[in-house]
């Protein structure tokens, strides 16, 4: 098999004494779009962590072949990975504008950086009718929006986004998956979601793992999850 | 009684605050600037602006104009900023605020020091900034050098704000001082961004000093101390979080006190301070986060 | 159960050390060092009381130095005008700063952080001012002067004091008054600490949110702290009154204020035992530094980098250090074996 974009092996993490992650493996192939489910506290969150950098870990994390195990977050951005954090993270004391022209920092390309701008905003028309508000004063959909325009404007080669349902109502959280798949199969932006609502994060995914408690209870491509009552019930919730 | 106002009296004393509250202004644009991005008041600002303007000293000393000298100055500044920060305040970066306020006390007695071993402790002097002939205008006759300080005072925070609004660097600055773990996402290095923050702040701080000097006979190492204080103070009024509001309040500062001075006869020069910070008092306890701060909300 | 009587044991020693090393320290120290060790004394009584205003209550005081200059003042001003033995205004002097506490606390309560800083700020660059303004009570600039207006009152002016029927010099009477308040100081802090005052301290310090909400009368709580924490002040500034034997506006500035802070920082928020290592810390680090040289500006050069230097290496201060160190005995006694 060839070497996958990005390939975790036997990643453990700990916030202070305690053991959040014990021993995952997964891993995301160049275009692809991954699932992690998983119960409130099994450790779906400090997976992404563990990739981004931001909490401590130990393990093989390896992306585009390279490690990254030992990088700091602003390391681990700067070699194409965009991080969408749980609670979105948008700077809300600054404009809208000034977000997106922050996902775009470590860029240098100034044409492709201006291209990239009306693509996304070509995404999210309501980001460009509010450019120069607070972020702040956004609703939470549009900043989960926000969040992800300005990680798109990384040109990231590989997205995490976590819990992006999160707090949203469903029309809301429908048109953020749509365009998340929309992403995926039109630009073959390469994908890692951490969702509790399995339905949704399956169907807009292709392969997913199941955690629990820290560890990879199930894995399998999403078809064959979404049909396997046995694991929809223990592990998924309908 | 209005009538009786000596109109041209006031309009000069009002210069002559300004005059005093800009060069409070450019500090305390400095202790904002440590204040939003390391979170502690910065007790060292006033000695690194006095260090400063003895390096200005010396290079006049050794034949630069007061202007070259001046520019030279605030570069070397900037580095000396940078080269504070992570030297002294890297190590603490997580420790508790107050071990951080400890830390810029010691670098205070460190830099008073410092300046006493290096610059032996007599007095000194720099050059005038400015023609010291006043200029006519509308009929009023004001100082040339306050004009000039007033003018070179706002054309440095100008500079500073251009940077954080226009430029790219500024932006990720004000990102990393707001949110540093969403800051580090997109790739700033959060660390560096205090870096700045620091040399800039150390910048300014020498624009301060070197406007401070030049009005005086002469200076000597403790020479920073009261515009510290008045800095501090201003920058609290106007609201801490906020550099507009620092140098709004140190200017209004600057004009209050020198008002309160003229006209308030039992305010002698002893009491000029504490009355000024009892005015501050009580806008606070209106107002609590200063007159142009944003309120803080307490998140339940 | 075993380790229970352990840790007992362990403490009970630890106290009587302490104890014993308080009553036989003059025995050891030239009369000179016990002068020092009596000023060090009177800054851990102010420590102590800072350290439960912003160790415990994480209320922020710039303005200590001030509250010690209210209780020096009072002592100074009882001993000239009304002719009171010099140890008998101490009582009174703590009251008049803990008054005073409370007074600043109350406001204090709309304030927080900063601005509470620059509060105390303001009353700590203020108080020389005021000090001379109102020279009617407190002298001007000239001060008052015991020494020479009130000799009588002063204990120990012959140059011996009896003591239980034991004689000793008049420094080592200034270091068993300054250590032996600052011990029953210290049990009194470490009582209330313990118990639930204590908890209600601490609750207020990490939320006060969380505090009120649980009931608990938040703008009660911090001004008596504020004001408890004046009467620790007070008492200092009463045994640097009487240590001093002078009190003037230049013997409480504005870097007195920052030195009790200091001393606090270095010895461990929230610790009452490191306050002991903090007192002597900014006791004896001054001479330490004029030794290594006596240039212009070295020695604060060197202080500097010596205060730097300790906060780097210990960030939570000497007591955080202890804890740390102590960790292995108190978890014993916690944990059931």
């Known amino acids: ?20 992650l014990h021993g995952i493996s997964l891993h995301v192939g160049e275009g692809e779009a991954v699932a992690v489910l998983g119960a409130n506290g099994a450790g779906k969150t400090t997976t992404l962590r563990s990739i981004s950098g931001t909490v401590r870990r130990a393990g093989t994390i390896a992306f585009g072949g390279k490690s990254i195990a030992r990088r700091s977050p602003e390391a681990v951005a700067r070699a194409g990975i965009a991080h969408v954090p749980e609670g979105r993270g948008t700077l809300t004391e600054l404009s809208v504008h000034d977000n997106l022209r922050l996902g775009a920092y470590t860029r240098r ?130 | 009684m209005l009538l009786a106002l000596d109109w041209t009296q006031l309009a000069q004393q009002i210069v002559i605050g300004l005059a005093s509250g800009g060069v409070w202004a450019t500090l305390a644009v400095a202790l904002v600037l440590i204040y939003r991005s390391t979170g502690v008041i910065n007790f060292a600002q006033g000695e690194m602006a006095m260090f400063s303007t003895f390096i200005a000293w010396s290079l006049v000393h050794h034949g630069l104009s007061y202007w070259g000298a001046f520019a030279l ?134 624009v301060s000093g070197m406007l401070t000097a030049p009005a005086l006979a002469s200076f000597d190492q403790n020479l920073m101390q009261p515009v510290l204080l008045y800095a501090f103070a201003g920058a609290v009024l106007g609201g801490i979080d906020s550099p507009l509001g620092a ?54 | 159960m075993r380790s229970r009587a352990l840790g007992i044991v362990v403490w009970l020693t630890t106290a009587a050390a302490a104890v014993l090393a308080y009553l036989l320290m003059p025995s050891f120290v030239s009369d000179f060092h016990s002068r020092g060790l009596a000023e060090a004394g009177a800054y851990f009584v102010a420590i102590i009381g800072l ?20 209780g020096g003042y009072t002592t100074a001003w009882l001993m000239v005008h ?25 406001p204090a309560l709309r304030l927080s952080g900063l601005y509470l800083a620059l509060a105390t700020f303001a009353f700590a660059v203020s108080m020389p001012s005021l000090l001379k303004k109102f020279s009617g009570i407190t002298g001007g600039g000239q001060g008052l002067r015991p020494i020479e207006e009130a000799p009588l009152q002063i204990t120990g002016l012959s140059g011996t004091v009896t003591i239980l029927g034991h004689s000793v010099t008049q420094n080592d009477f200034l270091y068993y008054l300054s250590w032996g308040l600052g011990l029953v100081g210290f049990v009194i802090a470490w009582l209330l600490v313990r118990g639930r005052v204590g908890r209600t301290l601490r609750a207020v310090r990490d939320s006060e949110v969380a505090a009120a909400s649980a009931g608990i009368g938040l703008a009660r709580t911090k001004t ?4 408890l924490s004046g009467v620790y002040a007070g008492v200092a500034g009463a045994l640097v009154a009487i240590q001093t034997e002078i009190v003037s506006p230049l013997s409480f500035t504005f870097v007195l204020s920052i030195v009790i802070l200091v001393g606090a920082v ?24 004029t030794r290594v040289s006596q240039k212009p500006g070295v020695p604060d050069f060197v202080y500097g980098v010596a205060i730097i230097l300790v906060m780097i290496l210990l960030p939570t201060g000497a007591g955080g250090l202890l804890k740390r160190l102590a960790r292995p005995l108190t978890t014993r006694l916690y944990l059931r074996p």
């Open chain 2, 247 to 300: 140098v709004a309040g140190s200017l209004l500062l600057g004009v209050l006190i020198n008002l309160l001075g003229t006209y308030v006869d039992w305010i002698g020069g002893e009491l000029r301070l504490p009355v000024a910070l009892a005015v501050i008092l009580g806008v606070l306890l209106v107002r609590p986060a200063g007159l142009f701060g944003r309120p803080v909300e307490r998140r339940v």
């Open chain 2, 73 to 206: 100055t605030v570069v070397i500044s900037f580095a000396g900023g940078i080269a504070v920060e992570r030297t002294v305040i890297r190590p603490v970066e997580r420790a508790p605020v107050l071990t951080v306020v400890i830390v810029t006390l010691g670098l205070f007695f460190l830099v008073n020091g410092a300046a006493r071993w290096i610059w032996s402790p007599e007095t000194r002097s720099l050059p005038n900034a400015f023609s010291t002939r006043p200029i006519d205008v509308a009929g009023v006759a004001f100082s040339i050098q306050d004009l000039g300080t007033i003018a070179v005072a706002l054309a440095a925070v100008g500079l500073l704000w251009l940077f954080y609004r226009f430029t790219k660097l500024g932006l990720a600055s004000r990102a990393a001082a707001l949110n540093p773990e969403a800051s580090r996402l997109v790739g700033v290095r959060v660390s560096w961004m205090l870096a700045l923050g620091w040399g800039l702040a150390a910048a300014m701080g020498a």
């Open chain 3, 51 to 70: 350290n439960l205003l912003t160790g415990y209550t994480g209320q922020i005081s710039l303005g200590h130095g001030a509250l010690m200059a209210i």
């Open chain 1, 109 to 238: 390309d100034r044409k492709a950086m201006a291209e990239d701008e009306r693509r996304v905003l070509a995404h999210f028309p309501m980001l460009r009718e509010r450019a120069s508000q607070r972020a702040g004063t956004l609703s939470g959909g549009e900043q989960q929006m926000l969040a992800l325009a300005r990680a798109l404007m990384l040109r990231p080669r590989l997205l995490l986004l976590d819990e992006p349902s999160l707090g949203l109502a469903p029309m809301v959280v429908a048109e953020i998956f749509r365009i998340v798949r929309e992403l995926n199969e039109r630009e073959g932006l390469a994908v890692l979601v951490v969702e509790q609502n399995a339905a949704l994060a399956l169907e807009a995914s292709s392969r997913a793992y199941v955690l629990e408690v820290g560890r990879v209870a199930v894995e399998g491509s999403s078809a064959d999850l979404r049909r396997d009552e046995a694991v929809r019930r223990s592990y998924l919730g309908y």
């Open chain 3, 82 to 106: 009304e002719h009171w033995r010099d140890v008998w205004t101490i009582p009174l002097a703590g009251l008049a700063a803990g008054l005073v506490g409370f007074l600043i606390g109350l």
């Open chain 1, 1 to 20: 098999m060839a070497e996958p974009l990005l390939r975790l092996e036997d990643v453990t993490a700990r916030y202070g004494p305690v053991t959040a």
């Open chain 3, 224 to 227: 008596l702290v504020f004001a």
């Open chain 3, 266 to 289: 270095v010895g461990g928020l929230g610790s009452l035992p490191g306050m002991v290592l903090g007192a002597l810390f900014i006791e004896y680090l001054p001479d330490i530094s």
